[in-house]
C-alpha cells in the first residue's frame, strides 16, 4: 500500500507478470494523492489495480472513475466517513460497472456487520475483507455477522442483529457538559 512510485510500480508488477505469478491484484501501489500516478501504472500493466487509499470519499471515487484510474475500489465505512458516503461510493462504482471490495479498518463486529451487509446488497461487491473483528482481545457484540469457517454471516434479524453488548456501562456525563 502507496509503496512505490508509479514507474517502479509499473516496472515490478511487469516483472511478476512475466514470471507467470498469479497475482490476484495490486492494491494501492503509490501515494493516495498521486490518481496520475495510480493512472499510469492502470493503464501499463495488465494486473488489476485497486485503489484503496485513493477511493477516500465519493468525491475522490468520482474522479478516480472519471479518469479511469483503477480498475477497482475497496470500499471501507470508516474511511468513507459511514455507511451512507461507503453507499454513494458503490453507486457510483455501479454506473461505471466498476468491481469493489468491501474492507474494513480495526472496527468492532458492529462495523463489520454494517460493512457486510453493504456487500451482500451490492452486485458490484465481489470480494470482501472483514476480518478486524476477530483480530479483537474480546468480543461483547452478542448478534451481528458471525464467522464460520471462512465464511462471514449476516444474521436474519432486523437491522444489523445487534442484540446486546456484554458488559457495556454507561459513562457519567463529565462535569460541565450536559
Same mark, same amino acid.
Given at each position: 500500500?502507496?509503496?512505490? %512510485?508509479?514507474?517502479?510500480?509499473?516496472?515490478? &508488477?511487469?516483472?511478476? !507478470?512475466?514470471? =507467470? $505469478?498469479?497475482?490476484?491484484?495490486? !492494491?494501492?501501489?503509490?501515494?493516495a494523492h /498521486?490518481?496520475?500516478?495510480?493512472k499510469?501504472v #492502470?493503464?501499463?500493466v495488465? #494486473?488489476e &489495480? @485497486?485503489?484503496?487509499?485513493s477511493?477516500?470519499?465519493?468525491?475522490?471515487?468520482?474522479?478516480?472513475?472519471? @479518469?479511469r484510474a483503477?480498475? +477497482?475500489?475497496?470500499?471501507?465505512?470508516m474511511k468513507?466517513? %459511514?455507511? *451512507?458516503?461507503?453507499?454513494?461510493?458503490?453507486?457510483?462504482?455501479?454506473?461505471? /460497472? @466498476?468491481?469493489? @471490495?468491501?474492507g474494513?479498518m480495526?472496527? +468492532?463486529?458492529?462495523g463489520?456487520?454494517?460493512?457486510? +451487509?453493504?456487500?451482500? =446488497?451490492?452486485?458490484i461487491?465481489?470480494r470482501?475483507?472483514? /476480518?478486524? +473483528?476477530?483480530?479483537?482481545? !474480546?468480543?461483547?457484540v452478542?448478534g451481528?455477522?458471525?464467522?464460520? =469457517?471462512?465464511?462471514l454471516? $449476516?444474521?436474519?434479524?432486523?437491522?444489523?442483529?445487534? *442484540?446486546?453488548? !456484554?458488559n457495556?456501562r454507561h459513562?457519567?456525563? $463529565?462535569? =460541565?457538559h450536559?
Amino acid at each position: 500500500n502507496q509503496g512505490w %512510485g508509479a514507474k517502479e510500480a509499473v516496472r515490478l &508488477i511487469r516483472r511478476f !507478470e512475466a514470471e =507467470g $505469478l498469479a497475482i490476484e491484484l495490486v !492494491e494501492q501501489p503509490v501515494k493516495a494523492h /498521486d490518481f496520475d500516478g495510480l493512472k499510469y501504472v #492502470t493503464d501499463r500493466v495488465d #494486473t488489476e &489495480i @485497486m485503489a484503496d487509499e485513493s477511493a477516500f470519499g465519493p468525491r475522490e471515487v468520482a474522479q478516480l472513475i472519471a @479518469m479511469r484510474a483503477c480498475d +477497482s475500489l475497496n470500499i471501507k465505512l470508516m474511511k468513507a466517513g %459511514g455507511l *451512507r458516503n461507503a453507499v454513494r461510493i458503490a453507486h457510483l462504482a455501479e454506473t461505471a /460497472d @466498476m468491481r469493489c @471490495m468491501v474492507g474494513c479498518m480495526l472496527e +468492532s463486529k458492529i462495523g463489520i456487520t454494517a460493512a457486510a +451487509s453493504l456487500a451482500a =446488497g451490492k452486485q458490484i461487491v465481489n470480494r470482501a475483507d472483514l /476480518d478486524a +473483528s476477530v483480530l479483537l482481545a !474480546e468480543d461483547p457484540v452478542v448478534g451481528g455477522a458471525q464467522f464460520e =469457517g471462512n465464511r462471514l454471516l $449476516l444474521p436474519d434479524a432486523p437491522g444489523l442483529g445487534i *442484540r446486546e453488548i !456484554e458488559n457495556w456501562r454507561h459513562i457519567a456525563t $463529565l462535569p =460541565g457538559h450536559t
